[in-house]
């Protein structure tokens, strides 16, 4: 991610919030089109990464935000990154291509 263009979605840290930023990665067609044949999987790993940020990372705080940067890479892949504030970074970050694997640094493949 480091000289892609990165697009970042601000939430409130409540989990109701979650659907709509799930559908607003869904809406940017160069996201789809790197997740498609394998929704299902982005929208579960989506779900608990954020979820994950709402109840452990920020304790339901709804004053505080979660915050989703992405980039659509060159080599076809997705880079998602969460942070629970402007600096503090949550230990997943994921990369979509074909199937999970651990990567070292906390990094995940799809």
């Given at each position: 991610m480091a000289n892609e263009l990165r697009t970042e979605i601000a939430m409130r840290s409540q989990l109701g919030e979650i659907s709509d930023v799930i559908e607003?990665?869904?809406?940017?067609?160069?996201?789809?089109?790197?997740?498609?044949?394998?929704?299902?999987?982005?929208?579960?790993?989506?779900?608990?990464?954020?979820?994950?940020?709402?109840?452990?990372?920020?304790?339901?705080d709804g004053f505080k935000k979660v915050y989703v940067q992405y980039a659509c890479e060159p080599d076809n892949s997705l880079s998602i990154l969460i942070r629970m504030r402007e600096t503090d970074l949550i230990r997943t970050m994921c990369r979509y291509r074909r199937i999970w694997?651990?990567?070292p640094d906390g990094e995940f493949t799809l």
């Open positions: 607003r990665l869904r809406s940017d067609p160069e996201v789809l089109s790197r997740i498609c044949g394998r929704e299902a999987a982005f929208i579960i790993a989506m779900r608990e990464a954020l979820a994950n940020s709402i109840t452990h990372g920020n304790r339901h694997e651990k990567i």
